[in-house]
């Protein structure tokens, strides 16, 4: 570049400093909320707003007034549907819950009622979850054995489910729904497929007709106690729950083959039920060592308030037991929500879905139900069902109400085995091998923490694999803060482009300047490695061009495009810089500095120190400044100096 085609760049304006309190609710408003709810209320009258209010919280009141009679078709062939699924599978996740089997039934009844009214899924359908049923058994199972004291056991399930929904509608109303993004998607992926798995070798005491089994949920453990009663194995209830998982997997088998089957795979839980229950009864299989249900109580759900037991000696294994069943069962119910929700582009509202779940497990626990979320299983079936709205969430608990008001005695000879065979067949399809083939192919990292959270859960115990994956993800977070990227940028042949000399091997380095790009926000976690790893640069940098005899460095040219923020520390370690800089006898120069990090350096005199004519709006500017300077310098060897003593 020659002298004549150099322009004197733009300056790079300084923003005007705005009042702290202004700062800190613009900073506030923007973490918790991203989305602006309150802007529907500008300009409203108070009782417009009062109403906008209440649709806010109970979204019903929004969509009800343009609800149709074809909806409503739609809704009650899912409704019924879903139903057909959440009867059996209530019951059996509540066994597998330790927890008396009708209450799997009364959790299928009133929270799908208040989902309905405060949810924002269409497409959610309200129900137990196995992963939180293994988690009231591990957690709760340790503190109060479910057969010596059901009682007990009992109040601290209801006492656990409160302090769920509590946190969980806490979350919602403080906008803190960030804290869920913690369980990523790798984190999930490997602590349902462990989860799935632990079910699955719990499930080995009803197929196999164990009365005595272990509460532990690691691999050894419920391998030492399946394996030291094999006196006691039952091959009339091996040969019944082989049978029937058979039967539930080809049904599923044949439902993937073709979507419009999607009702075999919804009916097949119900039907082994009463099959189970029929051939229980006719061929007199209890007196045979075939386990059943029993007598279930008709009548709608009791009130449990009473039994809420917030002066247990207990109490912080119950508090312990429902945050953590609470994230679970936000984590998955959400996403389950939002996958379904991209299918018919609508927009789900997640802190929304927080209380939503929060309500309706407060108002459970009031109501003799435990823990309930949004099965990926009910809802699928749902989906594929055709429903519309969360109708269909009334129409199932509609139905549930109808089998406990006066179906619940056909339910005593029901075997425990079909039970089993019901969570066995649901659990496989919550061991998503393919999805890890996936990890391993895109991310090696992801792949350790699904790993890890598998493998935590299956050979440790549930708590210990959602810590390990969780401290994991967390680790990574901090080493991307800690540990920033930074990277030599080269110029893009025949254009002003500057990009990765890695990422773009055409890139051209730029002869006597350096090119570095910072690639997040500089704080007291990363200002020291910032530092060296720049110095560092700076030595090779000096160090390669005197190898290959080319121009010296001359220029150290900091791209701070990507560079968000910036605190004291971050600052300090730029002053650092500039020392080091200035002792080789180099020229430090900044381009693209945000508004934030611009209005810091100003403040902190940093900018005076360095020469506001030394910072520039692109990196192409900073570059065609440095390449005039050389030029010049050639030309007349003491501009150079005399420029220097000017700026100090």
Same mark, same amino acid.
């Given at each position: 570049?020659?002298?004549?085609?150099?322009?004197?760049?733009?300056?790079?304006?300084?923003? #005007?400093?705005?009042?702290?309190?202004?700062?800190?609710?613009?900073?506030?408003?923007?973490?918790?909320?991203?989305?602006?709810?309150?802007?529907? &209320?500008?300009?409203?009258?108070?009782?417009?707003?009062?109403?906008? *209010?209440?649709?806010?919280?109970?979204?019903?009141?929004?969509?009800?007034?343009?609800?149709?009679?074809?909806?409503?078709?739609?809704?009650?062939?899912? *409704?019924?549907?879903? !139903?057909?699924?959440?009867?059996?599978?209530?019951? $059996?996740?509540?066994?597998?819950?330790?927890?008396?089997?009708?209450?799997?039934?009364?959790?299928?009844?009133?929270?799908?009622?208040?989902?309905?009214?405060?949810?924002?899924?269409?497409?959610?359908?309200?129900?137990?979850?196995?992963?939180?049923?293994?988690?009231?058994?591990?957690?709760?199972?340790?503190?109060?054995?479910?057969?010596?004291? #059901?009682?007990?056991?009992?109040?601290?399930?209801?006492?656990?489910?409160?302090? !769920?929904?509590?946190?969980?509608?806490?979350?919602?109303? +403080?906008?803190?729904?960030?804290?869920?993004?913690?369980? $990523?998607? @790798?984190?999930?992926?490997?602590?349902?497929?462990?989860?799935?798995?632990?079910?699955?070798?719990?499930?080995?005491?009803?197929?196999?007709?164990?009365?005595?089994?272990?509460?532990?949920?690691?691999?050894?453990?419920?391998?030492?106690?399946?394996?030291?009663?094999?006196?006691?194995?039952?091959?009339?209830?091996?040969?019944? *729950?082989?049978?029937?998982?058979?039967?539930?997997?080809?049904?599923?088998?044949?439902?993937?083959?073709?979507?419009?089957?999607?009702?075999?795979? !919804?009916?097949?839980?119900?039907?082994?039920?009463?099959?189970?229950?029929?051939?229980?009864?006719?061929?007199?299989?209890?007196?045979?060592?075939?386990?059943?249900?029993?007598?279930?109580?008709?009548?709608?759900?009791?009130?449990?308030?009473?039994?809420?037991?917030? *002066?247990?000696?207990?109490?912080?294994?119950?508090?312990?037991?429902?945050?953590?069943?609470?994230?679970?069962? +936000?984590?998955?119910?959400?996403?389950?929500?939002?996958?379904?929700?991209?299918?018919?582009n609508y927009h789900i509202d997640g802190n929304k879905e927080?209380?939503?779940?929060?309500?309706?497990?407060?108002?459970?626990?009031?109501?003799?139900?435990?823990?309930?979320?949004?099965?990926?299983?009910?809802?699928?079936?749902?989906?594929?069902?055709?429903?519309?709205?969360?109708?269909?969430?009334?129409?199932?608990?509609?139905?549930?109400?109808?089998?406990?008001?006066?179906?619940?005695?056909?339910?005593?000879?029901?075997?425990?085995?079909?039970?089993?065979?019901?969570?066995?067949?649901?659990?496989?399809?919550?061991?998503?091998?393919? !999805?890890?083939?996936?990890?391993?192919?895109?991310?090696? &990292?992801?792949?350790?923490?699904?790993?890890?959270?598998?493998?935590?859960?299956?050979?440790?115990?549930?708590?210990?694999? +959602?810590?390990?994956?969780?401290?994991? $993800?967390?680790?990574?977070?901090?080493?991307?803060?800690?540990? #920033?990227?930074?990277?030599?940028?080269?110029n893009i042949p025949n254009s002003v482009t500057y990009r990765?000399?890695?990422?773009?091997?055409? @890139?051209?380095?730029? #002869?006597?300047?350096?090119?570095?790009?910072?690639?997040?926000?500089?704080?007291?976690?990363?200002?020291?490695?910032?530092?060296?790893?720049?110095?560092?640069?700076?030595?090779?940098?000096?160090?390669?061009?005197?190898?290959?005899?080319?121009?010296?460095?001359?220029?150290?040219?900091?791209?701070?495009?990507?560079?968000?923020?910036?605190?004291?520390?971050?600052?300090?370690?730029?002053?650092?810089?500039?020392?080091?800089?200035?002792?080789?006898?180099?020229?430090?120069?900044?381009?693209?500095?945000?508004?934030?990090?611009?209005?810091?350096?100003?403040?902190?005199?940093?900018?005076?120190?360095?020469?506001?004519?030394?910072?520039? +709006?692109?990196?192409?500017?900073?570059?065609?400044?440095?390449?005039?300077?050389?030029?010049?310098?050639?030309?007349?060897?003491?501009?150079?100096?005399?420029?220097?003593?000017?700026?100090?």
């Open positions: 570049m020659g002298n004549a085609d150099y322009e004197c760049p733009r300056r790079v304006s300084i923003p #005007p400093s705005k009042p702290f309190f202004n700062s800190l609710k613009s900073g506030l408003k923007e973490t918790l909320f991203p989305d602006d709810p309150f802007r529907q &209320f500008k300009n409203q009258s108070a009782s417009r707003k009062l109403l906008l *209010g209440l649709q806010y919280f109970v979204p019903i009141l929004e969509w009800a007034p343009r609800y149709t009679f074809e909806f409503f078709k739609s809704d009650l062939l899912a *409704g019924i549907t879903i !139903a057909s699924l959440a009867v059996p599978q209530g019951i $059996s996740y509540a066994n597998l819950a330790n927890l008396p089997p009708i209450l799997g039934l009364y959790s299928s009844f009133v929270p799908p009622l208040v989902y309905a009214m405060m949810g924002s899924s269409k497409d959610l359908a309200v129900g137990t979850v196995a992963v939180g049923s293994l988690l009231i058994s591990s957690m709760l199972g340790k503190e109060v054995n479910p057969n010596e004291n #059901p009682k007990l056991y009992v109040q601290l399930a209801l006492t656990a489910t409160f302090f !769920a929904g509590v946190f969980q509608a806490s979350l919602g109303f +403080l906008r803190l729904g960030f804290v869920v993004d913690f369980l $990523s998607h @790798a984190t999930i992926v490997g602590f349902m497929g462990g989860a799935a798995t632990v079910v699955c070798l719990q499930q080995l005491k009803g197929i196999l007709g164990l009365v005595r089994f272990t509460h532990a949920t690691d691999l050894q453990s419920v391998m030492r106690s399946v394996f030291s009663q094999t006196s006691q194995w039952r091959w009339e209830s091996g040969v019944l *729950g082989c049978c029937f998982l058979l039967f539930l997997l080809l049904t599923r088998y044949f439902s993937k083959k073709k979507a419009t089957f999607f009702w075999i795979n !919804a009916m097949a839980p119900l039907t082994s039920v009463i099959l189970g229950s029929v051939l229980v009864y006719f061929t007199d299989a209890e007196r045979h060592g075939v386990q059943v249900i029993g007598q279930l109580k008709k009548g709608l759900n009791p009130p449990s308030l009473s039994e809420l037991d917030f *002066g247990s000696p207990y109490l912080m294994t119950a508090v312990k037991t429902g945050v953590i069943i609470g994230v679970i069962a +936000l984590a998955e119910g959400i996403a389950v929500g939002r996958s379904f929700a991209m299918f018919k927080m209380v939503a779940f929060g309500m309706m497990n407060i108002a459970g626990s009031c109501t003799s139900c435990y823990l309930t979320a949004g099965p990926f299983s009910r809802s699928a079936v749902n989906f594929n069902a055709g429903c519309k709205t969360a109708v269909s969430n009334i129409v199932m608990a509609t139905a549930v109400m109808i089998t406990l008001l006066f179906l619940t005695p056909l339910f005593h000879y029901t075997p425990l085995v079909v039970l089993s065979s019901i969570i066995i067949a649901a659990m496989l399809g919550l061991i998503d091998y393919e !999805a890890v083939i996936h990890l391993w192919k895109l991310d090696k &990292f992801d792949f350790i923490v699904c790993m890890s959270a598998y493998v935590g859960v299956v050979f440790g115990s549930v708590e210990i694999g +959602l810590v390990i994956a969780v401290t994991i $993800s967390l680790l990574r977070v901090l080493l991307s803060v800690a540990r #920033p990227r930074t990277f030599v940028l080269g990765s000399i890695d990422q773009y091997p055409v @890139a051209k380095s730029v #002869p006597g300047v350096l090119i570095l790009h910072i690639d997040a926000p500089i704080y007291f976690a990363n200002a020291s490695y910032l530092r060296e790893r720049i110095s560092r640069w700076i030595y090779g940098e000096e160090e390669k061009l005197k190898i290959s005899g080319e121009t010296g460095l001359q220029y150290v040219i900091l791209d701070m495009s990507s560079v968000g923020s910036i605190d004291t520390s971050g600052i300090s370690m730029f002053e650092e810089i500039k020392k080091v800089v200035d002792r080789r006898g180099l020229k430090l120069l900044l381009a693209n500095p945000r508004s934030e990090v611009i209005k810091k350096l100003n403040n902190s005199k940093f900018i005076e120190n360095i020469g506001q004519e030394w910072i520039y +709006l692109t990196v192409a500017e900073a570059v065609a400044a440095c390449n005039f300077m050389l030029h010049t310098c050639k030309s007349n060897p003491e501009v150079e100096y005399n420029s220097q003593d000017d700026n100090v």
